[in-house]
């Protein structure tokens, strides 16, 4: 039988624990059986990581920015085992595809990505784990298509950041010129910098604002770094640069809201009290008010960071196990 290609690369990384508080948990403590899978897609494939029966509709986890599929690890094996799970890659992320050259990321792709798995299982409705980005995008998706999704979690970030008037313009700016340079500079073909396991790592944490935990960085990593060609025992980050330069939704309130009111499936959401709002809390204040409209929307805050279900998924998973088994039982 061939071995996955994120079983192989795992192989060739090395066995390294790290931990801010100076204890470690071992590996095997968030180990569960799962099965490398394969989506087509129009420019390649998306990648994902299947747990439990492929009989059985899976609650499909999406990850934030810069992520992947390996953010769920540590969260998947303390979900509900009646129900299967789906953790997948976004494009240029983990070991999704690239979108093609010349071509830049949206955050409307990712809404796009749930309709594209639909439409690849034949699945008439959809269950929703979304963290970060992907909190965002599946809070679009839920108002956008309120029919289609039976069950939306989101972890952290509540709905798309309002942001002012200056702000888009000179962020749209800063973007398409960065989108050049990465362009012209992927034309090279030459390989990203290349690092040593340990630096590997702590660029990973505090490239996340310590966000995530030295202990956690190896989740993600497994599917985010290869070895180098000409530096033996080094390592560079292999996701799409172009994602430095992705192009976010830029709504207005008013949006957002109305967005809030449409969604009308089974909603909860966790908030981490130690990561930022990421814009002003009047607006968050906001479309919670909208929200809680919903008389199946349930809203709770942890102590952690905004990685806390991969750093500490004991903190999230008995909620969501609640939420899951109130909506999605046997």
């Known amino acids: 039988m061939k071995v996955p290609r994120a079983l192989r690369l795992l192989a060739q990384l090395p066995n ?9 948990k071992p590996l095997a403590t968030y180990t569960k059986h799962f099965e490398e899978i394969s989506i087509p897609v129009p420019w390649g494939h998306i990648s994902g990581k299947w747990y439990g029966p492929k009989h059985v509709r899976p609650i499909v986890g999406m990850h934030g920015w810069q992520d992947n599929a390996g953010t769920f690890d540590t969260l998947a094996p303390l979900l509900p085992s009646h129900l299967s799970f789906l953790s997948i890659d976004a494009p240029g992320h983990g070991l999704s595809s690239w979108l093609p050259a010349g071509t830049s990321y949206h955050s409307i792709d990712l809404v796009l990505i749930i309709r594209r798995l639909m439409d690849d299982y034949n699945w008439d409705k959809i269950s929703i784990l979304g963290h970060s980005m992907s909190s965002i995008n599946g809070f679009v998706y839920s108002a956008l298509f309120p029919d289609k999704v039976d069950l939306f979690i989101g972890l952290d ?6 942001r002012s008037a200056r702000s888009i313009v000179n962020g749209l700016t800063e973007r398409l010129e960065g989108t050049l340079k990465l362009e012209r500079r992927l034309k090279s073909g030459s390989e990203p910098p290349a690092y040593d396991w340990d630096q590997l790592v702590t660029r990973l944490h505090e490239g996340s604002n310590k966000s995530v935990s030295l202990d956690a960085c190896k989740y993600l990593l497994q599917r985010n770094c290869k070895p180098s060609t000409h530096e033996p025992h080094k390592y560079y980050f292999s996701r799409d640069n172009r994602l430095k330069t992705s192009l976010f939704y830029t709504l207005h309130l008013d949006v957002a809201l109305e967005m809030a009111n449409r969604i009308k499936c089974p909603h909860l959401f966790i908030k ?5 709002y990421y814009e002003k809390k009047e607006y968050y204040d906001a479309t919670l008010v909208e929200l809680r409209k919903n008389p199946l929307f349930e809203f709770f805050e942890v102590e952690g960071s905004h990685h806390v279900h991969l750093n500490e998924p004991e903190k999230v998973a008995p909620i969501i196990n609640s939420f899951i088994n109130k909506y999605r039982p046997l």
């Open 157 to 162: 970030v509540l709905k798309p950041p309002i």
């Open 272 to 276: 981490a009290l130690q990561a930022p």
């Open 16 to 24: 390294v624990r790290h931990s801010s508080s100076g204890v470690s």
